[in-house]
């Protein structure tokens, strides 16, 4: 089979197509895919935490992005994508490069849509995640290490066997759809003071900036683990060069390469962007789990380490934080929650 797309030039280190249009989306652009995501997923609800509103002297609110199907918020931008593709695409199919809820994210578009769907995978990827993946019809290829060297083993394939390359952050539909979530907060709540938002690719941190970052006075804050700061780095810095250092534990944020488009959008309007250590995160997931039952990902507990390190900010706030996703590994899940030597 010849390739039908070849790489073009990429401003950041990834690898790109020609369907890959690197201009930001708009909060218009969130209003349409809203239109399309909304047609096939429920809202989900907005419920203040009594735990985190005694905790912080304030009002906090917990975006219920886990209920979602898949059990994460990117299934809003699997399915706010794959709607639209060409039918050109739709032979050999979808191919793309994941820790897990992306990948399960094109895996539920993929099947809704019925185009077929190879996701690559880093040798240890949370086995939960990956077994969710093949109940939805994906082919799961296992390469390397790292999220980084399956994305390449997935960028060649797509070079070299024609699949259409669904990057994790260099897709405007992805963004727009994700930021869906940010819509269906101002309609609930238009009166916010702060969001705060895990940062892995930026894609959610992207969407909303875009939605309650303009629609609303609320201050956006973006969150990542210490030890793996490569978008952080290159928010403040002003560069899109990647960083070796990548050893959190939290895979949803685990990313090396800082990616352009994303990266366009959080210079331009992210106002803040903490980092949090790893101990933060743990700790999170489990007073998540003790406090409110929700097995939360390490990724979404670097919101509320974030917010535990602005205490005194946020006293008498009113403050949302997504439970982005609930796919930990039970295995991870119990040395968190039963064991506190593991902290
Ligand atoms: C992907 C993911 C994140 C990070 O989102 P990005 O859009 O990649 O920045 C946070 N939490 C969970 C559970 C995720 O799956």
Not at 33 to 56: C, D, I, K, M, N
Not at 176 to 181: E, F, I, K, L, W
């Amino acid at each position: 089979m010849t390739a039908p797309y070849h790489p073009v030039e990429s401003p950041d280190e990834t690898t790109i197509f020609p369907y890959h249009d690197l201009t930001p989306p708009t909060t218009a652009d969130v209003y349409h895919a809203h239109q399309v995501v909304s047609r096939y997923l429920s809202q989900t609800p907005l419920v203040r935490s009594e735990f985190l509103s005694a905790e912080f002297g304030a009002d906090v609110y917990l975006k219920r992005e886990d209920i979602l199907p898949t059990g994460a918020f990117k299934v809003r931008g699997g399915i706010n994508l794959v709607s639209q593709l060409d039918d050109g695409f739709h032979d050999p199919g979808l191919i793309s490069a994941s820790t897990g809820n992306h990948g399960q994210s094109i895996a539920y578009a993929g099947r809704m849509f019925d185009i077929p769907v190879t996701i690559v995978v880093p040798e240890d990827a949370n086995p939960s995640k990956v077994t969710e993946m093949e109940r939805l019809g994906a082919a799961v290829r296992f390469h390397g290490d790292a999220f980084d060297d399956a994305r390449e083993h997935a960028e060649e394939l797509a070079a070299d066997e024609g699949y259409r390359y669904v990057h994790s952050a260099n897709e405007p539909a992805l963004v727009s759809g994700v930021g869906t979530a940010g819509l269906e907060i101002v309609e609930d709540l238009p009166d916010i003071d702060y969001l705060f938002c895990p940062v892995g690719g930026g894609s959610s941190a992207a969407g909303y900036c875009l939605t309650v970052g303009t629609l609303t006075e609320a201050t956006v804050i973006g969150a990542q683990s210490e030890a793996a700061p490569a978008m952080h780095r290159a928010w403040t810095e002003g560069h899109l060069a990647s960083h070796e250092q990548m050893e959190t534990s939290a895979e949803g944020i685990a990313t090396r390469v800082p990616f352009a488009l994303t990266m366009n959008v959080l210079r331009n309007q992210l106002p803040e962007f903490d980092l949090v250590s790893e101990h933060a995160i743990k700790e999170g997931v489990r007073d998540l789990f003790t406090e409110e039952r929700i097995p939360a990902e390490g990724a979404c507990a670097a919101s509320l380490a974030a917010m535990r390190q602005r205490q005194e900010e946020l006293r008498g706030q009113t403050v949302v934080f997504p439970i982005s996703g609930r796919n930990i590994s039970p295995a991870t899940l119990r040395s968190i929650v039963g064991n506190t030597n593991h902290l």
